[in-house]
């Protein structure tokens, strides 16, 4: 992204016009969390603007949006569901309704994946936050039960479903930004090759030289980018039901 759109409103040099806009209280930082103050301007604009998304969608479905927080560390944190590793990349609590960021993610995806740009971070965030909204919804508890006594493959399967929702929801927001004129030219490409870089086929055949589709937990590099831009298309919550349809047509 360049100097105006997100990078402008959501990016690290906002103008004197915008400095307040989209500023979440909702971020907290942990003792040693290495970010730089530009950073952390911008996950904490990117996460703002999810909750003015999220908060504005669920009203006008007569409900209320419980707002998550971002939580910043480095290294390893203390969750409700167990130590947060940053080896394991960004992730959602449910049980204390935090997304965790280790901020050395925000320059792995870029020099690890090859997803270059401010708004691959901005999809991650997006993503997570998506995780969230399954909680505020119901879906995970669904999720959850409907693992109870299946195969791990078929355990699997169901995971995925629960990523590509994600993904879908991340998509949704992503249309909402471009509905305030914030969108630069490459952004959702940027996205794009983002949900790419993570999809479990493009990760294994990078590490292990081959897929194991059975394995799969979060879906294929086609799959993550079709949710998302079927969210980016839809902007809404009624065509992101990845749970009603079978498998094989995700």
């Known amino acids: 992204m360049g100097g105006g759109g997100l990078s402008g409103v959501l990016g690290g040099k906002p103008s004197s016009t915008n400095n307040n806009a989209y500023q979440s209280s909702q971020v907290t930082r942990t003792n ?16 703002a603007s999810t909750e003015d998304y999220w908060t504005k969608t669920f009203r006008e479905k007569g409900l209320t949006y419980h707002k998550p927080t971002l939580v910043l560390y480095t290294g390893a944190t203390q969750t409700a569901c167990g130590r947060g590793q940053a080896s394991s990349g960004p992730f959602y609590c449910p049980g204390d309704q935090k997304v965790y ?26 993503h ?64 794009m090759a983002a949900a790419h870089a993570v999809g479990d ?6 590490t292990y030289g081959r897929t194991v589709p059975d394995s799969f937990t ?6 993550r980018q ?18 009603s349809i079978p498998y094989s047509k995700l």
């Open 201 to 206: 086929d493009t990760l294994q055949e990078e």
């Open 32 to 47: 040693g969390d290495k970010a730089s103050q530009e950073q952390v301007s911008f996950v904490s604009k990117v996460f």
């Open 101 to 126: 960021l280790d901020i050395s993610f925000y320059n792995e995806l870029s020099t690890k994946y090859g997803a270059k740009g401010d708004f691959a971070m901005a999809y991650v965030i997006a």
């Open 226 to 243: 079709r949710w998302f831009d079927r969210g980016y298309q839809y902007g809404d919550f009624e065509h992101g039901d990845t749970f």
């Open 128 to 191: 997570e936050v998506g995780h969230h909204i399954q909680n505020e919804l119901g879906i995970m508890d669904n999720y959850a039960s409907a693992r109870q006594g299946k195969s791990k493959a078929k355990a699997n399967q169901l995971n995925v479903k629960l990523e590509l929702q994600a993904d879908y929801y991340a998509g949704a927001w992503a249309n909402y930004v471009q509905g305030q004129g914030l969108l630069e030219k490459g952004d959702i490409e940027e996205a």
């Open 218 to 223: 979060h879906g294929t590099s086609k799959q």
